[in-house]
T-cell receptor
Framework: SQQGEEDPQALSIQEGENATMNCSYK?????LQWYRQNSGRGLVHLIL?????REKHSGRLRVTLDTSKKSSSLLITASRAADTASYFC???????????FGKGTLLTVNP | NAGVTQTPKFQVLKTGQSMTLQCAQD?????MSWYRQDPGMGLRLIHY???????DQGEVPNGYNVSRSTTEDFPLRLLSAAPSQTSVYFC???????????FGSGTRLTVV
């Protein structure tokens, strides 16, 4: 069964705008990871946030985690056409080697 | 660095045929996993391994076998292909799962 659920399923924005994607999960976690998948390609690891962290930044990416609400958000600032991709959250539980993925958000950034 | 290499990239099988999807990594990673990706379903874990000689089942293991005789290789075997196994298959590896996984570029399998 899917652990994470991303919201929205699809998001279309203009270049330069910010994009926010949300992820909700069901059980306790050790960490939450975000991945990007360009069309027809494999997944690329973007950023990881641990259960004892509330916010993390990496370049134009900002991730927040609210363990009381079992939710996370990924913010991409000043989006570019090259950010067009599907974005997945994945949760790692007690056995960190097992990741459970959500269904993804398809982000389209229009030039 | 080659990273995680999956072969073949595309494959068409007839129902009942068998085949092996290859996965190799050159990063000396202990942890390796196989996922399948279906439209609207995200990625689902098939089998995983925490080191040579150690494998275990994931969420959707039925119809698939794995083995891990070396650190580098983690092949996925379909013993008798079924149309329900039509999917894109991804292999991933990591030395520190709590730091994230490296994914291969995938194998697109069609079973007719």
């Amino acid at each position: 069964s899917q652990q994470g659920e991303e919201d929205p399923q699809a998001l279309s924005i203009q270049e330069g705008e910010n994009a926010t994607m949300n992820c909700s999960y069901k059980t306790s976690i050790n960490n939450l990871q975000w991945y990007r998948q360009n069309s027809g390609r494999g997944l690329v690891h973007l950023i990881l946030i641990r259960s004892n962290e509330r916010e993390k930044h990496s370049g134009r990416l900002r991730v927040t985690l609210d363990t009381s609400k079992k939710s996370s958000s990924l913010l991409i600032t000043a989006s570019r056409a090259a950010d067009t991709a599907s974005y997945f959250c994945a949760t790692g539980g007690g056995s960190n080697y097992k990741l459970t993925f959500g269904k993804g958000t398809l982000l389209t950034v229009n030039p | 660095n080659a990273g995680v290499t999956q072969t073949p990239k595309f494959q068409v099988l007839k129902t009942g045929q068998s085949m092996t999807l290859q996965c190799a990594q050159d990063m000396n990673h202990e942890y390796m996993s196989w996922y399948r990706q279906d439209p609207g379903m995200g990625l689902r874990l098939i089998h995983y391994s925490v080191g040579a000689g150690i494998t275990d089942q994931g969420e959707v293991p039925n119809g698939y076998n794995v083995s891990r005789s070396t650190t580098e290789d983690f092949p996925l075997r379909l013993l008798s292909a079924a149309p329900s196994q039509t999917s894109v298959y991804f292999c991933a590896s990591s030395d520190r799962p709590d730091y994230g996984y490296t994914f291969g570029s995938g194998t697109r399998l069609t079973v007719v």
